[in-house]
């Protein structure tokens, strides 16, 4: 399988709103709506921030949601801050019990 | 709480195998998938496969087929990737994760496999 596509950088400043794509094909996230998404901060474990598209797991914050429209799946970051700066990856069933992540998307905080 | 501790780092030489293991504790090991998911340094997140840790039922991705195995021991809550035939380009940290569906919501702490001769 081929990686999903996503932007390799995005910034905003505080308190903006920033969007990441993550683009694939109708084999993997037009087929299912079984995205997740990650966050990764220099030197630790990523951490699920979106499950299924759009939900969130308890403890993560309202500001990050997600949607798909087609083969293009996306995470949204209301009221930027500081601590939101770090790698974001997506990543979508793809069918017959396999899974593909996206190449990953750095996040700054101007 | 749920953890997910993996065995420490690894240096092995091109050719050789490593195994690397995952002790998961704070809930019923057989009742969740342990996945394992691989980053080389400054590179993104490449999933391997999965195991059904209660069927020992095992799922890989295609580029790993014939050089991975995932394993289970059951009786200590611990989940093992092998791999083999190393080269130089499977010098990566390895996270194994607790499957829920296809999203993972607990990591171990990752794993530094080193490839050198």
């Known amino acids: 399988q081929s990686a999903l596509t996503q932007p390799a950088s995005v910034s905003g400043s505080p308190g903006q709103s920033i969007t990441i794509s993550c683009t694939g094909t109708s084999s993997d996230v037009g087929s299912y709506n079984l995205v997740s998404w990650y966050q990764q901060h220099p030197g630790k474990a990523p951490q699920l921030m979106i499950y299924e598209g759009s939900k969130r797991p308890s403890g993560v914050s309202h500001r990050f949601s997600g949607s798909k429209s087609g083969n293009t799946a996306s995470l949204t970051i209301s009221g930027l801050q500081a601590e939101d700066e770090a790698d974001y990856y997506c990543?979508?069933?793809?069918?017959?019990?396999?899974?593909?992540f996206g190449g990953g998307t750095q996040v700054t905080v101007l | 709480q749920v953890q997910l501790v993996q065995s420490g780092a690894e240096v092995k030489k091109p050719g050789a195998s490593v195994k690397v293991s995952c002790k998961a504790s704070g809930y019923t090991f057989t009742s969740y998938d342990i996945n394992w998911v691989r980053q080389a340094t400054g590179q993104g997140l490449e999933w391997m496969g999965w195991?059904?840790?209660?069927?020992?039922?095992?799922g890989y991705a295609q580029k790993f087929q014939g050089r991975v195995t995932m394993t289970r021991n059951t009786s200590i809550s611990t989940a093992y990737m092998e791999l083999s035939s190393l080269r130089f380009e499977d010098t990566a940290v390895y996270y194994c994760?607790?499957?829920?569906?296809?999203?993972?919501?607990?990591w171990g702490q990752g794993t530094l496999v080193t490839v050198s001769s």
């Open positions: 195991m059904n840790p209660n069927s020992g039922n095992t």
């Open positions: 994760a607790r499957g829920l569906g296809f999203s993972y919501g607990h």
């Open positions: 990543c979508s069933y793809a069918g017959s019990g396999t899974v593909v």
